[in-house]
């Protein structure tokens, strides 16, 4: 933690999967949401894809970060994918003023929780908690 403005500023970790691609995002961060549209469910492979978004100046590359892969659909949506690993890695949007954080490549704790759901009317039929669901804390095979 270091300060910033006299106030204190967490600085939360993230990294791809094979770690070639890390960066810092200064918190506080005010919530996760997830995208449970058509396209979001497919570039994650599940349900919903969980993310958040940050002024650019709260971001930093720590290695890899031009080392992404962009796919883009004739809309000019998509992902930005590391080059090696296949992880969905953090982009901008909108030139550059905001980045997209995929909330699954933090390493370090968030202090925060969903605070959205967006494109409810796409979920898929399977991505709803069973009442009968069972939880584990490591795969209990
Ligand atoms: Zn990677
Ligand atoms: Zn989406």
């Known amino acids: 933690m270091r300060l910033v403005g006299g106030a204190p500023m967490t600085t939360h970790r993230g990294s791809c999967l094979c770690r070639s691609v890390t960066f810092e995002v200064d918190g506080p961060i005010n919530g996760v949401g997830s ?6 469910r497919k570039v994650s492979g599940t349900g919903g894809n969980a993310q958040f ?3 650019a100046g709260r971001f ?3 290695a890899g970060g031009d080392g992404g892969t962009r796919f883009t659909l004739p809309d000019g949506w998509g ?4 080059g090696k690993c296949g992880s969905p890695i953090p982009a901008s ?6 980045i997209w954080v995929p909330a699954g490549l933090m390493d370090d ?3 925060t929780d969903f605070k959205m759901h967006i494109f409810c009317g796409s979920r898929a ?5 069973s009442p009968a669901a069972q939880h584990y804390d490591e795969d209990p095979r």
Do not use: M, N, Q
Not at 35 to 40: E, I, N, P
Not at 79 to 82: A, G, I, M, S, Y
């Open 35 to 40: 995208c449970h549209c058509s396209k979001c």
């Open 53 to 55: 978004i940050v002024r």
């Open 60 to 62: 930093r590359w720590t």
């Open 79 to 82: 992902p930005t994918r590391c």
């Open 93 to 98: 949007f909108d030139g550059g003023e905001r």
């Open 109 to 111: 704790d968030l202090g």
């Open 125 to 129: 039929d399977w991505d709803r908690e």
